[in-house]
């Protein structure tokens, strides 16, 4: 994990670790979230700070967690304060998206190492059970309203609890911690006439006219010409759609880019991905769904991913698909198939991704 310390703390604690308490950044989801918000904690006049910071893709430390972070007037001797990006007026919907589950997964991680390591019971506690010092989790919202040193509601009426906690629960009885979470998708750049730069080299070669990364009046002939031709929208500008066809027409140009085209293959053909032999974005998600089904995320998403019919009820077939497909990801990646996925097969996945994952 990568520390960004912070000078705002107190050395030490006045009382032993008791409670974890929950906050949300009041700051934009994105994969540098938690770096920019312990630079933030990092200055000496920010007279403020938390003990990691969660986003999507990492975890940063910033208060060590024998030292006293300053987070949550009232609970701050005895808490350790966890920072999560995003907002506390974040509704249910928004608490389930792609993003926030990659990091409350991380976030659970953390606080399963922190129950394991200082005995902290797995419950979110009432208000007076704070207040009496009893062990768990709050929300700063709780702090603020046992302790009334704060109007900090963060992180809001729609965290989920319920959930959150079955997670850490379960990664505290040994589940397995899902190392790479889907990653949040980033929204394609726009470009359009006037643009320069790599992006705009890459359309042109694609669309085989003089690669000098300026966007000028022959590009955006060539790239409405293109639009044309697949029946898209003729704009002439480069947005989502015409990515979308670009990057497709350049990964089916371009071959089989993975190392292992076979295993690769397999891989695909056992999560339901497009067999393209092509290990991108698609083919991670599909594992990382069949890791969540086996972590108890066993939804219609996963279902269509294992081959069962997506009907919502996880039954003896969803799970028999479910155990098939680890068997059948097991072979492609040369571990034994026995269908638990233990240590060995998470060693063997990490190991075929690096071999074979390749962003586009
Ligand atoms: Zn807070």
């Known amino acids: 994990m990568q520390t960004i310390a912070s000078p705002n703390k ?4 006045a009382s ?42 990492s975890l940063v430390r910033c208060v060590a967690d024998q030292d006293t972070a300053w987070a949550a007037p009232g609970a701050n001797a005895n808490g350790l ?22 990091m409350l997964e991380l976030a659970a991680q953390q606080c399963a190492e922190w129950v394991r390591k200082y005995g902290i019971p797995i419950r979110h506690l009432t208000v007076a059970e704070l207040k009496a010092g009893r062990m768990g989790f709050v929300a700063h919202d709780d702090v603020s309203k046992a302790f009334r040193k704060s109007t900090h509601w963060d992180p809001g009426p729609d965290f989920p609890w319920g959930p959150f906690l079955a997670r850490v629960s379960a990664l505290v009885s040994g589940a397995v911690p899902v190392v790479n979470p889907i990653p ?15 992006l705009v080299t890459r359309v042109q070669s694609f669309l085989g006219i003089t690669a000098d990364g300026i966007f000028g009046p022959a590009t955006h002939a060539a790239v409405a010409a293109y639009q044309r031709a697949l029946g898209l929208t003729v704009d002439g500008i480069v947005g989502a759609q015409t990515w979308e066809a670009i990057n497709a027409g350049r990964r089916a140009s371009a071959g089989p880019s993975t190392r292992d085209a076979a295993q690769t293959r397999a891989t695909q053909a056992a ?6 032999g092509y ?42 698909a479910l155990v098939a497909t680890v068997k059948k990801l097991q072979a492609a990646w040369g571990v ?20 074979n994952y390749k962003a586009w």
């Open 184 to 198: 949040a998708p980033a929204p394609p750049t726009v470009i359009r006439q006037g643009a320069r730069g790599s």
């Open 279 to 320: 290990w991108g974005d698609d083919t991670d998600n599909g594992v990382n769904i069949v890791r969540a089904a086996l972590n108890g995320q066993k939804d219609r998403q996963a279902q269509v991913t294992v081959g069962a019919a997506p009907d919502g009820i996880w039954g003896a077939k969803s799970q028999a």
């Open 271 to 276: 999560v339901h991905a497009t067999v393209d």
């Open 81 to 102: 304060q966890l920072e999560l990006a995003g907002y506390a007026k974040q509704t249910a919907a928004e608490w389930a998206d792609a993003y926030s589950t990659a």
């Open 10 to 13: 107190y050395a030490g604690r």
């Open 16 to 57: 032993a670790v008791e409670v974890i308490v929950i906050h949300t950044m009041e700051a934009p989801e994105g994969t540098a979230t938690a770096e920019q918000i312990a630079a933030y904690f990092a200055k000496p006049s920010t007279r403020a700070s938390a003990h990691v910071c969660a986003d999507s893709d």
């Open 336 to 355: 034994k198939d026995d269908g638990v996925w233990g240590s060995k097969t998470e060693a063997a996945y990490q190991a075929a991704r690096a071999r």
